[in-house]
């Protein structure tokens, strides 16, 4: 494939970061055609911080607690805008995002959540699984509207239920498929091979 130039890609992280790792290897593979920019991190102990400072990725710690409604959304469009990002990565971000960015980059922030989309939206999606009685759980990569894990689809991966599965052990197999589905998506994204009808996202037109 045609080299050309690499898209720019941020990575917003709140926690170990291992969607981050799965992503970042893709590139450093040659399967993804871009670059992270920059790890921004509203949480000053998140562990992803060390992991992007040893791949040579700069880091920026934005606090958020404290600020205002919009603030942190205001600042990170500035700074992200100055940088040219072409995507937003949320990879366990542990806040809502607010318009300002929504609208800063319409389509352009992908989010992965821990179940099938629409079930089981916001936190701990895999113990609302469990405790549901699903049998099927699994992961959702979407791009972020105004709603929480409501924006169009891009990719999903299944995983059965085992009967004697607790939250650890189904994350666990659920968090192998989102190292799979995450590096898909954003190589999709940066290929241009993403188009939206209505809320639907076509890959290459289909
Ligand atoms: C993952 O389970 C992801 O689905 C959710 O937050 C977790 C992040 O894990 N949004 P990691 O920090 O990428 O390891």
């Known amino acids: 494939m045609k080299e050309g130039i690499k898209k720019k890609l941020a990575v917003l992280a709140s926690g170990r970061g291992s969607n981050f790792v799965a992503i970042h290897d893709a590139i450093e593979r040659g399967d993804i055609n871009a670059e992270i920019d920059i790890l921004i991190t509203n949480k000053p102990s998140a562990g992803v911080i060390d992991i992007a400072k040893k791949r040579n990725i700069e880091v920026r710690v934005m606090e958020s607690k404290g600020l205002v409604a919009g603030e942190f959304d205001r600042k990170a469009v500035e700074l992200l805008t100055e940088r040219g990002i072409e995507l937003i990565i949320l990879a366990g971000f542990m806040r809502i995002i607010g318009m300002p960015l929504i609208e800063a980059f319409p389509l352009r922030i992908m989010n992965i959540h821990p179940s099938l989309l629409p079930a089981f939206k916001g936190l701990d999606a ?3 699984a469990l405790e549901y009685g699903a049998k099927i759980a699994g992961c959702s990569v979407h791009f972020v509207d105004e709603g929480v894990d409501t924006g ?3 990719l999903q991966r299944a995983v059965p ?3 004697n599965d607790t939250v650890e052990t189904l994350s666990e197999r659920i968090l192998a ?6 590096p898909e998506a ?6 241009d091979r993403l188009q939206i009808d209505g809320r639907t996202v076509l890959i290459d037109g289909k």
């Open 126 to 128: 895999q113990k609302q």
């Open 186 to 191: 954003v190589k999709l994204f940066v290929e």
């Open 177 to 182: 498929e989102e190292h799979l589905i995450y």
């Open 161 to 163: 239920v085992a009967a």
């Open 152 to 154: 169009p689809i891009i």
